[in-house]
């Protein structure tokens, strides 16, 4: 039988212990959104460590970090494979970072064997695949799947007013010239993407290799309710249009829809919320808050928004209240290439790691790469499904067994050939 090369944990371990100080806070979490000064350091480690394995390196105009390995035929399309390496604001040191130390072991192993490809190989490291202050996630693959233009991003700034088009341009892209990121379908074979789980599937089951069979659609939206500000002690309770009640009441019925809706595979969440004028002898005049809704399906979002409007509409009229919505985010359902799905299922058999299918309710750069090439995901299990926290974690054990999956099932991808 063929001895199948693998990764080194205690390097993987190492790297990622290495990585994890950028950004670090006083509460163990990482600070390490795109483009601050711990971010734009960890992209000056990474370069380090691949220029120092040799390989070509490049910035692109959306400030993507692309390492490329010579194939043999290097007429033919390039198997890419990485993640990303900013994080949430007091995240965790392996969501994003792991794909990305993983595809950096994956280029270390193959240049320690001296093993050689026919297709070339690509790592990357996409730029802004969190939310970030300049509200436009998945920001790297984005460009390079021609999904986002040079005019979506010339008047974006933070709230402290940075432009995102100097941002840019201090992290090695180039704004001018941002639509030159755009890769072609046929530069490409396929595209893998380790992430870590970010649920507790993989745990329960005590499986250590997740292959993603789709992405879940992502609908984000910005809900602004106008009431009316008035005296807290001399509006009378019926004469009151009160903003927060209102929005309040329109929450709560946002998850009774989606609690009774029959499909388990949807969830919806209020992450941010904003009273205005926010005292305590003041009506509330103004609230504005987030939706987010994710399903495998896309019926099944749409659906759900629909009796969403409906009750709303009920809700408002009851309270002489006013609405504003604004879509912030539509992202449909990506499902991925089957033949890549068996590839790495049969990968982790012939290691002898037990796998499980799964889909991704978390969007992930992979979902606009499925756009360009053939792309799947693997999963490493997290610990206590926790994520996007200072707590986040996953075993190295299962770490070394996702990365001998990703490792082989991109030599197995090399040697079947096909897919542009």
Known sequence: MKLLPRVDPKRIQQRLEELGRYGRNEQGGIDRTTFTKAELAARYWLRHELVALHLDVRIDEAANIWARRKGRDESLPVIAFGSHLDSVPNGGMYDGALGVVLALEVMTVLQERGIQTVHPLELVSFSAEEPNPFGLSTFGSRAVSGKLKKK???????????RLMDALKEAGGDPQR???????????????????????????????????????????????????????????MHDRRDALLTAAE???????????????????????????PNATNIIPGEVIFSVDLRSQNRKVIDEILLVWEIRMKEILRSRSAVVHRRVILDQFP??????????????????????????????????????????CMIFVPSIDGKSHCPEEKSRIEDIEKTGNVLLNSILAIDERGGGV
Not at 361 to 368: E, L
């Open 178 to 236: 941002f639509e030159d990121a755009v890769r072609k379908h046929d530069d490409f074979s396929a595209f893998l993407e380790v992430h870590i789980e970010q649920g507790k599937r993989l745990l329960e089951y005590e499986i250590p290799v997740g292959v993603v069979t789709g992405i879940a659609g992502i609908y984000r939206e910005e809900v602004r309710i106008s009431g009316e500000a008035n005296h807290a002690g001399t509006t009378a």
């Open 250 to 276: 329109c929450i709560l019925a946002f998850e009774h829809v989606i609690k009774n809706y029959l499909d388990q595979d949807v969830a919806g969440t209020v992450g941010q919320f904003a009273v205005k």
């Open 152 to 162: 979506d991003i010339l008047s974006v700034t933070d709230s402290s007013g940075r």
């Open 334 to 375: 990506v499902g991925m290439c089957k033949e890549l799905i068996e590839i790495c299922e049969e990968t982790s058999g012939i290691l002898g790691y037990p796998s499980l299918l799964l889909g991704s309710m978390a969007g992930h750069d992979a979902a606009h790469m499925a756009t360009l090439t053939r792309t």
